[in-house]
């Protein structure tokens, strides 16, 4: 069967749910207009009506749950071949809760304090996510997972030095890798897509952590070991960004390589990872808009629309959080990854 045979169905499924993204102009009046309740209860269809400034767990959990759901409905219309990575996607946010978890016991935080920022997601509820944190159970974070193959990995990781940034460098390492190998799909114009959108990510979150390790300090060997052991774009420069010794050079360095379109015409970018992390995933979202204007007879548009869809979470998440603590609107705005593309 062709490529359009194969995916008409995911791919009239991909264009309907792209009609409901949030458009900038919506974003913008959220910001501008209405109280935080408000702005939750329209973007959750009233499923969330009371929210309080100082936990918003109620209403990020809900999106998310929407967005993980969402993964497995795609999954559904797409060609059995190509099920198991679009189902992957649901999977980052359940890890993206036991990352924030394993975080919190290794800084020792206290219980509400954490669980007021964590996002609860798949099994781990809101009231699991605290008892896990009370626990101070490394091993037993991991094992909710059920997951044998990131137990193993991540093990040797627990038991060493415990550094919350290697560990949660090693779920990404992790889960990018299974997300790579799953994309390596039957049809080679198939895997090209998908290939495109995963691995410009994975080459974004290596340059991000090269920054993040600058920062604090860490050599070049230690820098190499946090990396995704994915290089898909990068080539030297992959090594030259372990290698770089202060944030100038990584800059530099990045503007060798064909990323350099995330960095043109922004600024401050020397003194704020933040900022460095905004240009990537900005420029990722891009990538993913353009993803549209190809076939849709591919797997690459159900991976574009859910990319863009964790970047919507996002950018809501930061109109809630700006809005709850009185945060400047031009300044939300400049937060939002989805702004302007």
């Known amino acids: 069967m062709s490529g359009a045979g194969r995916y008409a169905e995911l791919a009239a499924a991909v264009r309907s749910f792209k009609a409901e993204l949030v458009q900038p102009s919506q974003m913008e009046r959220f910001i501008e207009a209405g109280s935080l309740s408000e702005t939750v209860?329209?973007?959750?269809?009233?499923?969330?009506?009371?929210?309080?400034?100082?936990?918003l767990t109620a209403a990020e959990s809900y999106l998310t749950q929407c967005v993980a759901e969402l993964a497995h409905r795609l999954a559904s219309y797409a060609p059995y071949d190509?099920?198991?990575l679009i189902k992957l996607f649901s999977t980052n946010y359940e890890l993206s809760c036991v990352k924030e978890i394993l975080k919190s016991i290794l800084d020792q935080e206290d219980p509400e304090d954490a669980v007021a920022r964590i996002?609860?997601?798949?099994?781990?509820?809101l009231e699991r996510c605290k008892e896990l944190i009370e626990a101070h159970n490394l091993n037993r974070v991991v094992e909710v997972l059920e997951d044998d193959a990131l137990r193993r990995f991540i093990a040797p990781k627990l038991a060493g030095d415990r550094s919350g940034m290697i560990v949660v460098s090693a779920i990404d390492q992790h889960y990018y890798s299974k997300l790579w190998s799953a994309s390596n799909l039957p049809d080679p114009l198939d895997a090209q897509s998908a290939?495109?959108?995963?691995?410009?990510?994975v080459d974004h979150l290596n340059?991000?952590?090269a920054f993040r390790a600058r920062l604090i300090g860490l050599d070049a060997r230690s820098t190499s070991e946090l990396f995704i052991p994915i290089n898909y774009g990068l080539g030297h420069s992959l090594n030259e960004l372990a290698e770089s010794t202060n944030i100038p050079n990584l800059i530099r360095t990045v503007e060798k390589t064909p990323y350099a379109r995330a960095f043109a015409g922004q600024t401050g970018l020397e003194t704020s990872v933040t900022k460095v992390e905004r240009a990537l995933n900005h420029s990722h979202a891009i990538r993913c808009l353009n993803t549209f204007a190809g076939s849709p007879f591919k797997v690459g548009l159900a991976l574009a629309f859910l990319f863009l869809k964790r970047y919507e979470l996002h950018d809501l998440f930061a109109i809630f959080n700006g809005k709850?603590?009185?945060?400047?609107?031009d300044r939300i705005m400049e937060s939002l990854i989805l702004h302007g593309v």
């Not at 996002?119 to 509820?125: D, V, Y």
Request: proline share 2%; net charge positive.
């Open 207 to 209: 340059i991000l952590l």
């Open 195 to 201: 290939r495109k959108l995963i691995g410009e990510l």
């Open 82 to 84: 190509s099920r198991s």
């Open 324 to 329: 709850a603590n009185g945060v400047a609107s």
């Open 41 to 55: 209860s329209i973007l959750t269809a009233g499923r969330v009506t009371a929210v309080e400034s100082s936990n």
């Open 119 to 125: 996002i609860p997601a798949g099994k781990l509820t």
